[in-house]
């Protein structure tokens, strides 16, 4: 009995049919994201899949476009089942962070089978990352790092401070710094981006393992300084400004700061790795 095979390239414009399903998949990925009230990771998201697109969308000349029918249905399977749950969604937790790179492997599958999945690792790898705060909250907890370096922060500044564990104590009011708060998945996501960046624009390895520590590095000192800003607060009695910097908009300030500041970080790097290939290229005539 011969195997039944499904090509997507027998399709007529299959790239065309690829995108415009990929397309509807994502934008009801991101409005669920949306309904859910995470703008943080809505945005990180957004700024992902659309990295992600632009890179399999300049090699999708080179790509396998055969899957199986087994390939093709389980595909589908983790494409419908990801919908149904979003449509009956009641409650938002690890499921967020998971559906991209379910929904990922799921077109992926449709695409190329499972046998083509290695043309997409690196993409896949690098949303796996958005869910790595989530699945590693349970086990990863840098409370007490953040709020000793944060203590650090005040007390450089001039702030009478003190600290038990992840309370942060100043004469007029303290704080608790919880797992939330820690700037772990601020972490995750700038390494993500820092991941994202060496994909776009390759390196040695000597700038592989410096650019994403540099991301990291950013993400901690930037969330330490928000959680500074947020215990002066506090200690001042303005509440109403700690619950804007704490859980409104102002907590995607320092987000943007993060990214903004990596952002600096990367442009200034290719310059001075521009600069230098030019003084090679002269020197070598």
């Known amino acids: 009995m011969k195997a039944s095979q499904f090509t997507v390239s027998q399709l007529k414009y299959p790239q065309i049919w690829l995108l415009a399903i990929g397309a509807g998949l994502i934008a009801i990925n991101l409005a669920v994201l949306w309904k859910a009230n995470n703008s943080s990771l809505l945005g990180m998201t957004f700024l992902f899949w659309a990295a992600i697109s632009s890179l399999v969308w300049e090699k ?6 055969e899957s199986e029918i087994f390939s093709s249905f389980f595909g589908l399977t983790l494409i419908a089942l990801l919908l149904i749950k979003s449509i009956s969604l009641t ?9 991209p790179v379910i929904l990922a492997i799921g077109l992926a599958l449709l695409a190329s ?23 590693l909250s349970s086990w990863l907890d840098i409370s007490l790092l953040t709020a ?42 700038l390494v993500g981006l820092a991941l994202l960046f060496l994909l776009m624009f390759p390196q040695n390895l000597k700038y592989q393992i410096l650019i994403p520590f540099v991301a990291g590095t950013l993400a901690f000192i ?12 506090v200690a001042q009695g303005h509440m109403e400004v700690f619950d804007y910097w704490h859980e ?33 290229t002269e020197s070598s005539k």
């Open 148 to 189: 000793k370096f944060t203590t650090l922060i005040l007390w450089y500044t001039g702030f009478e401070v003190a600290r038990n564990g992840t309370l942060i104590y100043l004469p007029t009011g303290s704080v608790e710094v919880y797992s939330g708060c820690s700037g772990i998945e601020l972490i995750f996501q």
């Open 91 to 99: 409650s938002f937790g690890v499921f967020l962070y998971l559906s």
């Open 248 to 280: 409104g908009d102002g907590s995607l300030v320092f987000s943007l700061i993060a990214v903004l500041l990596f952002g600096l970080f990367c442009w200034f790097h290719l310059g001075r790795s521009e600069l230098r290939n030019k003084d090679a």
């Open 222 to 233: 930037v969330n330490a300084l928000r959680v500074a800003l947020m215990a002066i607060l």
């Open 113 to 135: 089978g499972f046998k083509g999945l290695k043309q997409y690792k690196a993409e896949l790898f690098i949303l796996f990352f958005l869910s790595l705060p989530k699945l």
């Open 60 to 65: 999708r000349y080179s790509l396998n476009l």
